[in-house]
């Protein structure tokens, strides 16, 4: 599991943890004597009310994210609903490792060139507008890494993604895939964008693909930068 030693140090100067309960049961070790608040996934707003009415008592209160929490984290629901809720308190944003990042890492180096973030999770943005970047993106010949792809129930949204960027780019082009990044049962697979959708592939996965340069080198995915070799 990648973990900064700010955010190691940022916990443990906690008094109270406030999180997801699958992403605090990541940081077991570091809870001892700590007040644990936990609760299940789609609570993010009562989560970070009680963070906030913790730390506006006096308390220092740790909010948890997965990877980074000002991508697609806690940190900027933390902000507004601060302002909502007229409270005024010291907010330190701990920067972590992203899942972008970190499945790039895994997968080779896909990102050495411009890229994009898109989560294909419909909750809270209509698809239309997420369609719309998705053809943005394609059409700029951009490497995309994507979030929330596919659950159990909403399967179109990844194959919809698929058809998209093979209007811009070949079948051919690398794709890769990690899954349960930092746990036991990990997962990485290099496929190809005419391919990859035969993958297993669920929330917990970030799907990159790549560009028109992007290739495959020694069996990792690479996106050149440019340089004169």
């Known amino acids: 599991m990648d973990r900064t030693h700010r955010a190691e140090a940022a916990i443990a100067a906690s008094d109270a943890i406030v999180g997801y309960r699958s992403y605090i049961e990541m940081i077991a070790d570091l809870l001892n004597g700590k007040n644990v608040i936990a609760s299940a996934m789609l609570q993010e707003t009562a989560r970070c009310e009680e963070a906030l009415r913790l730390a506006d008592s006096g308390k220092v209160v740790a909010l948890i994210s997965s990877g980074d929490p000002g991508v697609y984290g806690m940190a900027g629901l933390a902000i507004e609903q601060a302002a909502a809720l007229d409270i005024h308190i010291a907010i330190e944003i701990v920067p972590g490792v992203s899942a972008a990042g970190c499945a790039a890492a895994h997968l080779g180096a896909p990102l050495m060139l411009d890229y994009a973030t898109i989560s294909l999770s419909d909750l809270l943005v209509p698809w239309e507008q997420i369609a719309n970047r998705l053809k943005a993106v394609a059409q700029a010949d951009m490497v995309v890494a994507l979030y929330n792809p596919r ?38 697979v290099h496929s190809t964008l005419g391919a990859f959708l035969e993958e297993e592939i669920g929330m917990r996965s970030v799907v990159i693909i790549g560009n028109s340069t992007t290739r495959m080198i020694s069996g990792r995915m690479v996106t050149p930068r440019g340089y004169k070799l």
């Not at 659950?151 to 811009?168: D, K, M, N, P």
């Open 151 to 188: 659950s159990h129930r909403r399967v179109r949204q990844l194959e919809e993604a698929a058809r998209i960027f093979l209007q811009h780019r070949g079948a051919s082009t690398p794709v890769g895939i990690a899954t349960a990044l930092g746990l036991e049962n990990e997962r990485l």
